[in-house]
């Protein structure tokens, strides 16, 4: 079993050797610091891949759902179709060229 003393010697030791290479320790900080640094911004990239993933998805949802309101405008339009509904639900027909009113405006 260590003693206390043995620990307090083992421990002033190491912060003797410490002081008697300081560029050493500061390699080893900077390389610490650097390998933190590297974690941090792959997994950076990594939540900015998957976001940016998820943005183009939906961007491709929002273009396929432009793409069908289109073609549905583009039906609903249609003057045939509003010819129809005219015709039937309004009960509505061209006039003849007696029934026309002409209105100038002076």
């Not at 003393?5 to 912060?15: C, D």
């Not at 950076?44 to 793409?67: K, P």
């Amino acid at each position: 079993m260590t003693t206390p003393n043995t620990n307090f010697n083992l421990l002033s030791f190491m912060l003797a050797d410490l002081a008697r290479h300081p560029v050493r320790v500061l390699l080893f900080l900077a390389v610490m610091v650097s390998a933190a640094a590297v974690i941090l911004s792959a997994h950076h990239n990594r939540q900015m891949a998957i976001a940016l993933e998820s943005l183009m998805l939906r961007q491709d949802h929002l273009d396929v759902e432009w793409r069908h309101l289109v073609l549905e405008q583009s039906a609903l339009a249609e003057n045939n179709r509003i010819e129809t509904l005219v015709k039937k639900q309004l009960d509505m027909h061209r006039p003849s060229p007696a029934e026309e009113v002409v209105v100038r405006i002076k």
